[in-house]
């Protein structure tokens, strides 16, 4: 059992790239935590796909050991978290769990969008923050530039920045010295009843639901019966330990410490992040503030290729979303596509990574059919329902109004490519809020509709700026607009996995650009086929696809026109049956592609 005075529990925060799970291999390298044998880049990158994209998903954890300068022997926490803005909710309920952060800033990149949004999220948990200036092995690092930026953006004291290298090791010392002289130590009574946060739960085949825990007060051991205070469920503890970054079991955890329990319990969904864990029997009366559970924004829908496969898909879902609180899954049928899921994430990211899982884990091809985010449909009678899929609009007569998510967009970006980025951010129907400086790069707030962000917002931004400018985006509300629903009609039949949400105005070119993809897609049948956008029953736009013909006439040579024109008559005549009777098929690489935006 640790002393509160020697225990120091932090988490590294930084935008995408500038350094932070490099660093935790180092602190963890040079405390001797892992034995250089077993060390490799990114230990706390357990996934392939953390591994291969190069970021970090899932928040982890590690202890550390560190004899100080001063002689006396410290025990580190550090929590390793996400930089993307689509696990925004990993990092805040991590910086619950501990009391300082180091911010890590790339001293050739300098403060990002980020950056900021994390920062936020520690100074809203009441953090110490100790600054940390990566990658100054880099020629192109310019420390005291950076440094007045951290002054000027964020307002936090950089003069006494640490300067350091993760990738050569330069700097790691007084990174761990500043550890622990500059960050507080946790705060905790022993005697005091048992309260205990949860952070985090995943499934593990072999042990149940392992639960990551920071005791706040009292003391955990094993074999104690323990009440978890938002369902009521009671559990008894068979296993504790901590992280090293393998799993090492103690006898007990005490305040301060982070580590893990498992308790036979067989479903995530009973072990709610942010919960409050205390003892059945003389437990605590009041629970922790939790915070709130984490809202999907986007939502698509996921067909298996082989209608075949639906039970594995179902089955790969399912233990998909053990392991993830933030992904929602529901079934729904489509016509063109069969049985699937409509599953919500937290931002286009996630979707990528949660159908590169089921792709590579469980060999399921995919359809993925077109993203979009919760509107609001208020009808005539007063009431509100929530449309997750544009196929199922309610009749437009029922309907007195629509509301769309907007978000308030933070764009930092070098001065040359302001003008591109503030067209883009226009053309997708933006209101500009705010425009300051920050050196030579402007920081653009821009009020969005998040259905334009969630098709190709974040690519098309990267090319106009060549990939200098970040991105960061937060919910703000909703706000009535003029949507309309377009639907795509194939031979006079809806295709409801088509249907999407467009603004009025840029209905007729959304339809227009979507038609003629699919006149190109689709291939020909022997009957000619009409491809149609329309709202309601007025038909925006439309293309033909010609049909295949055998050439009737071929044996008629010379001769009466007569005898031409009867057998092309009959020939309308049974393409006009086929047409009344032929299915299309059109294949699933159509939907694909159809599905892709181009602007």
Not at 248 to 261: A, K, M, R, S
Not at 535 to 554: C, N, S
Request: aromatic share 6%.
């Amino acid at each position: 059992m640790t002393e509160l005075s020697r225990i120091r529990n932090f988490s590294i925060v930084a935008h995408i790239d500038h350094g932070k799970s490099t660093l935790a291999d180092r602190l963890i390298q040079s405390t001797g935590t892992v034995q250089d044998r077993d060390m490799k880049e990114q230990l706390l990158d357990s996934m392939d796909i953390e591994r291969e994209r190069g970021i970090t998903i899932k928040a982890n954890t590690v202890r550390i050991d560190y004899k100080a300068d001063d002689g006396q022997t410290y025990v580190l926490n550090l929590i390793d978290t996400p930089g993307h803005v689509d696990f925004a909710y990993e990092v805040s309920r991590s910086m619950r769990a501990v009391e300082g952060s180091l911010l890590v800033v790339d001293s050739t990149q300098g403060v990002e969008a980020q950056t900021l949004a994390n920062v936020y999220h520690a100074l809203d948990a009441d953090h110490e923050i100790v600054p940390v200036l990566n990658k100054i092995d880099l020629p192109a690092a310019d420390c005291d530039r950076v440094a007045a930026q951290i002054e000027d953006v964020i307002g936090i004291d950089a003069s006494d920045a640490i300067r350091v290298s993760a990738k050569t090791g330069i700097g790691i010392h007084e990174t761990l010295e500043a550890i622990v002289k500059r960050l507080p130590a946790p705060k905790g009574d022993r005697n005091a009843p048992l309260t205990a946060m949860l952070v985090d739960s995943w499934y593990d085949a072999y042990l149940g639901v392992v639960v990551l825990v920071r005791i706040m007060d009292g003391v955990l051991k094993k074999g104690d019966r323990i009440t978890m205070m938002q369902n009521g469920s009671v559990h008894q503890v068979d296993r504790i330990g901590v992280f090293r970054p393998q799993m090492q079991n103690v006898d007990q955890l005490g305040p301060g410490e982070i580590g893990f329990i498992t308790a036979q319990i067989k479903q995530v969904r009973d072990t709610r992040v942010g919960d409050t864990i205390t003892h059945e029997k003389k437990g605590a009366t009041k629970a922790l503030p939790g915070f709130k559970p984490s809202q999907p924004v986007v939502f698509c829908g996921l067909f298996p290729v082989d209608s075949s496969e639906f039970e594995d898909l179902r089955d790969a879902i399912e233990k998909l979303a053990l392991n993830d609180a933030s992904f929602t899954y529901e079934m729904e049928t489509s016509a063109a596509l069969g049985f699937g899921f409509r599953c919500g994430f937290l931002g286009l990211l996630h979707l990528e990574v949660i159908r590169d899982r089921i792709e590579r884990e469980y060999d399921i091809d995919l359809i993925t059919t077109a993203p979009s985010v919760i509107y609001h449909v208020y009808l005539r009678d007063g009431t509100m329902k929530e449309l997750h899929n544009p196929a199922d609009m309610p009749d437009l007569t029922y309907v007195d109004h629509l509301e769309e998510p907007r978000i308030k967009a933070t764009i930092l970006v070098p001065d040359d490519y302001l003008g591109d980025v503030l067209k883009l951010c226009q053309d997708r129907r933006g209101v500009q809020m705010d425009l300051t400086y920050a050196g030579s790069r402007a920081m653009v707030v821009y009020d969005l509709p998040l259905n334009e962000v969630v098709f190709d917002f974040y690519d098309r931004l990267k090319s106009v700026t060549k990939g200098y400018a970040s991105f960061d985006y937060q919910l703000t509300g909703y706000q009535e607009d003029n949507l309309v629903k377009m639907s795509i009609l194939v031979n006079d039949e809806p295709v409801d996995a088509l249907s999407i949400m467009v603004h009025r105005e840029r209905a007729e070119m959304r339809g227009r650009s979507m038609v003629e993809k699919l006149k190109e897609l689709i291939p020909r049948h022997m009957f000619k086929i009409p491809i149609q956008a329309a709202i309601g029953g007025k038909v925006i736009a439309r293309e033909t696809l010609a049909a295949l013909r055998k050439d009737v006439t071929a044996k008629c040579y010379g001769g009466d026109a007569t005898r031409k024109r009867k057998l092309l008559d009959k020939q309308k005549a049974g393409k006009k049956k086929m047409r009344q009777f032929g299915k299309v098929e059109i294949p699933q690489q159509a939907f694909i592609n159809a599905l892709k935006m181009d602007t």
